[in-house]
């Protein structure tokens, strides 16, 4: 499995990083002071801050790694360690299917944000759609012994639980392009989603 998972590392999440930063940083708000919800090693946040200088990024995640690249804040998955309305942007990069119950850590996402929730996550839509996602979770977090419960929602379910929150959304964008031709036709399809929402309608 370490060989596969590094193979992964190496040839995968370079690109994935670059991509998901250039859809990320145009969601984040100006001068946002933002909390990465399930950080891992901070690599993106900090490929982040190097195109929007203007914002921070702090993050907590329940496994603290030794070598992360931001200052990251241990948490028990749930509760998320920050006062209501304390920060600017709360970022939740694929962490939502890896819990049992996204909506709880959402509506702990809404209550600590005063500006947004910016997030990247799955939709479980179209053929074979379950199988693909949970090969492609197995192969990139297995070997970081990251929780896999592959709870992926189909974009309805989505829609309908920020809608529970009260939260609108501000930006849909799915077909991310995270992999490279011919992969993407296997691996991009509409599997992934970057989205911003406001907490409670603000």
Known sequence: MNIVGNAHDSLVFGRRIRVLAGHLSK????????????????RLAVRLMQ???DITIEGVDVLVRPDTAIPVTEFNGETI???????????????????DDPMFLLAEAARIASRAIVIKDHTRDGILAYTTLKFMDWIGNAHHNVRLPYNYWPEARWRESFAGLGARIESWQARLALYPFPASLIFDRSLHFVARISPEGT
Not at 84 to 97: K, R
């Open 27 to 42: 969601l984040i708000p100006e001068n946002a002071q933002v909390l990465d919800v399930g950080c891992g090693n901070g």
């Open 51 to 53: 195109l929007r200088s």
């Open 81 to 99: 360690p920050r006062y209501d309305n304390s920060v600017d942007t709360v970022m939740l990069v694929d962490v939502l299917h890896h819990t």
